[in-house]
């Protein structure tokens, strides 16, 4: 699990950070990332795809980003985190950088050395900052938490075989096994 460094850091210090090095800030504490695994990458790889190809489709104007993608949750300059997939639909968010201010849905895949950060931390932030639905993906327990933001309440917890309603959009389903057949 990575662990909070004693001071208070800024974005300067994200980009000051050494070529390949990765982390996050939250409320001015950085979070160092390890490197994901293969079934992580595989998720969200086949996450993007299934977001991305029903936006097309439906010629939506919302944006899928796979981490490493900046987001920017506050006005400040102490808050820097990567989701793995950031679905933005308010374009003027977007800039050269990345995404200033919540993405309208995050999704988070947990691992060990995440989960503390995921179903506290991050959930607190995204909540607090606007995200309007937070999925969290556990590979180890095929368990997906899904919080409905608008709605101020965890819609409900999945497993990877159930067919997982998409809250900000109301004919989307994603089934997390079928994915990975």
């Excluded at 909070?4 to 800024?10: G, L, M, Q, S, V």
């Excluded at 504490?29 to 079934?39: C, E, G, H, K, S």
């Excluded at 190809?53 to 010629?59: G, L």
Aim: charged content about 30%; overall charge negative.
């Amino acid at each position: 699990m990575p662990l909070p460094k004693e001071n208070t850091y800024t974005t300067d210090y994200i980009y000051s950070l050494p070529e390949g090095q990765r982390a996050e800030l939250i409320d001015g504490v950085i979070y160092d990332m390890a490197p994901p695994n293969r079934l992580h990458q595989e998720l969200v790889s086949e996450l993007h795809y299934k977001i991305t190809d029903y936006i097309k489709k439906n010629k939506g104007v919302c944006k899928v980003y796979p981490a490493p993608f900046a987001v920017f949750l506050n006005a400040d300059d102490r808050n820097y985190v990567e989701p793995d997939i950031s679905v933005i639909c308010d374009n003027d968010k977007l800039d050269d950088k990345g995404c200033n201010g919540a993405p309208d849905w995050i999704i988070e895949i947990a691992s060990p050395s995440t989960k503390r950060i995921d179903y506290s931390i991050k959930l607190f932030k995204y909540r607090s900052a606007g995200v309007r639905e937070y999925w969290i993906v556990n590979p180890r327990t095929r368990i997906v938490n899904v919080y409905d933001f608008e709605k101020e309440a965890l819609t409900d917890q999945y497993c990877f075989d159930d067919d997982i309603q998409v809250c900000i959009y109301d004919d989307l389903t994603i089934n997390i096994a079928e994915l990975l057949k």
